[in-house]
């Protein structure tokens, strides 16, 4: 790594990075191994109670704007797109 | 399993460091850069047991990286637009006291210069001037050609020279 680069760390950082890093694998592996069958009840599970849910709370209240910024953060909406929308308003 | 992990192992103790150095040339802070760290070795550890070694893994991990850190500095500027705070996050956070820059005024002055450059601009003149990549390496981290990467260094060049000049 090229010495011109102007910034430090706090001391000690990258041999405890290493070690949290480190840790990953096992971190990941204790949330994977969910039976699949399991895994398929519950993702239906949830799809008809959010499906119920989301029928009787959308139906009379109207989105977040802390919930909107999420969706379009996620959704991977770029500022150029914003940019657009609003000055095409 | 045991095998991947040891492989992990060694990635995270030859290239944890470097990582983290080009990471942090494109986000300034160090806090970012240490969550966006962990971030991108959880893609990796997810993506191991997909690599083939088509690329070789210096590749393959620069690219992961930049892409986690252009879609973190996306994010950013999308949520602050969104909350009408000031978009140009970078260069607010390089105007504050940082207890990790060990630069003189010369080196503050560019480092501000820098973050006012759009990310793929900062991107590349990142990995050409702080990491020393040459342009082939670049265009495999970043799938651009490598005649529209010198074409961005150059503009990124002239704009830092512009930047400095300005505010000298």
Known sequence: ?89 | MQELETYFNELVRQYSEPLYWHVRTMVGSHEDADDLLQDIFVKVWSALPRFRGDSDVFTWLWRIATNETLSHLRKARVRAALRFAHIDTEAEKVSDPDPYFDGNAALRSLRKAIAALPDKQRLVFSLRYYQELNYEQISEITGTSVGALKASYHIAFEKIKQFLTDND
């Open chain 1, 1 to 89: 790594m090229s010495n011109k680069i102007p910034y430090s760390t706090p001391s000690g950082y990258f041999d405890n990075l290493q070690s949290r890093l480190s840790t990953i694998p096992a971190r990941r592996s204790r949330i994977n191994p969910v039976p699949y069958l399991a895994l398929a009840v519950s993702f239906t599970l949830l799809v008809l109670i959010g499906n119920y849910i989301l029928t009787k709370s959308t139906a009379s209240q109207p989105a977040s704007d802390e919930a909107i910024i999420e969706y379009l953060i996620d959704s991977g909406t770029t500022l150029a797109q914003l940019e657009e929308v609003v000055y095409n308003y």
